[in-house]
């Protein structure tokens, strides 16, 4: 028989399912995977319910019931200053991986340039291979994951259509700092270039650092696309609900796009995802107190056992350095090791890494820390024989 796609075909199992699975053989801990493992709000629960008896259960505009999208809307002036008409600014979508797509085949043509930032979720490469893009990787290094400025200005020119940018920043935990956005929109506007923007972990920053969105900058709404999530926003991420904020222009693309992947999202979550948008800043401030908590807890677990843990100012995710435990293999056999000898799983950097360009670190592992106390507790107690473990 003929060959089926040959990208898709050469893409192997990801490490999150190979690590999974091999957390499920072990009974570990999974600390890798980036859900939580608790219920968000009850209200919202009760409004999808309940609104699924309301007689509204048929195709819902394809850009959005209108509740959402004036929350959408009212969020983006309340949080980042940004005013946004409902009506033509806002698309939603099954999720933020959906969104991602649809915004990238909103701007990208085969051949044109995109400029992403290594470390990267694992979504974005093959996203950008189907539509034939032109991938240029701009590497951020550790500890601190800075902006390295000289090459990113290398990196954008005139081929440039897009920068797609995550932040918060998955995995890495790096919150973009305003200066460092200021050089990219100086960048966009010198180049013509646009941007998507990953934003789904903007309610999960740690005092005293803040999140500033792109779009805010002067000059900015008109070639950025924005991209949130109520998985992330309400620890609700089975329901993928996602939503995209961009000039009316983009927005038109990017629902002609969603019309081709997914056409519309369940009627009853919008809802839901509309009256949570609404909710005072208490709740939001509550979630980020939580985390942040969760955040320290694990952070003091990994430094007791040995490991170098590096900076985190926002999202589900920390990164910690084995190098000082002397295991001698690379990331992705501590982490079986880990697993299997432990019973506690991580993410191997190394997999947030273009696989055809040059290899990234490979002592650095991501644990999530969105999970309950007692479950940070246990894996905790079992890292203390993490020394032991040999390459």
């Given at each position: ?5 040959a ?21 570990a ?11 968000g709000p ?7 319910a ?18 959402l999208?004036?929350?959408?809307a ?23 991986t959906?969104?991602i797509t649809?915004?990238?085949?909103a701007?990208v043509?085969?051949?044109?340039e ?6 990267l ?14 991938v240029?990787?701009v ?7 800075s ?8 990196a ?5 259509k ?14 973009f700092?305003?200066?460092e ?9 010198r180049h013509?270039?646009?941007?998507v ?5 903007e ?15 002067p ?6 696309i ?10 609700m991420?089975?329901w ?13 693309l ?7 992947l ?10 839901a ?7 005072d ?6 979630l ?13 677990g990994?430094?007791d056992?040995g ?7 926002g ?7 084995f ?29 947030f ?5 040059a290899p990234?670190?490979?002592t650095?592992?991501?644990?999530a ?6 479950v940070i507790?246990e ?11 040999q390459?």
């Open positions: 028989m003929k060959p089926a796609n990208m898709l075909s050469a893409l192997p199992t990801t490490i999150f399912s190979v690590m999974s699975a091999l957390a499920v053989e072990h009974d801990v999974n600390l890798g995977q980036g859900f939580p493992d608790t219920e009850a209200d919202l629960i009760d409004v999808a309940a609104a699924l008896r309301d007689g509204r259960n048929q195709y819902p505009p394809l850009a959005g019931v209108p509740e999208r004036t929350a959408v009212s969020a983006n002036l309340r949080f980042c200053g940004i005013e946004v008409d409902p009506a033509t600014e806002v698309v939603v979508t099954c999720g933020a959906e969104a649809a915004s990238l085949m701007l043509n085969p051949g044109d995109v400029v992403v930032f290594e470390p979720y694992d979504t974005y490469l093959p996203v950008l291979r189907m539509l034939g893009a032109v240029r990787p590497r951020l290094l550790p500890p601190d994951w902006v390295p400025r000289a090459e990113l200005a290398a954008v020119g005139p081929r440039t897009a920068i797609l940018l995550n932040t918060p920043m998955n995995p890495t935990g790096k919150v700092t305003r200066a956005l200021e050089f990219i929109a100086d960048l966009m506007t013509d270039v646009y941007a923007c990953d934003e789904v972990y309610h999960l920053t740690f005092a005293p650092v803040r999140h500033v969105a792109l779009m805010s900058l000059q900015m709404k008109a070639r950025t924005r991209i949130g999530s109520a998985g992330k926003s309400f620890s991420t089975g993928k609900v996602g939503y995209v904020t961009a000039p009316a222009p983009l927005a038109a990017v629902a002609k796009a969603h019309q081709l997914t056409f519309t999202v369940a009627p009853n979550l919008q809802r995802v509309a009256v949570g948008l609404e909710k800043g208490a709740y939001f401030l509550q980020s107190e939580n985390m942040r908590r969760s955040r320290d807890m694990l952070v003091r990994l430094r056992a490991f170098d843990v590096l900076p985190c100012d999202s589900y995710f920390v990164i910690a350095d190098a000082p435990l002397g295991f001698a293999g690379d990331d992705v056999a501590f982490c079986q090791a880990m697993t299997r000898r432990l019973g506690v799983t991580g993410i191997p950097v190394s997999a890494y273009d696989p055809d360009s990234g670190p490979r650095l592992v991501r644990f820390f969105c999970k309950r106390p007692e507790s894996a905790v107690r079992r890292l203390r024989g993490v020394g032991e473990l390459g």
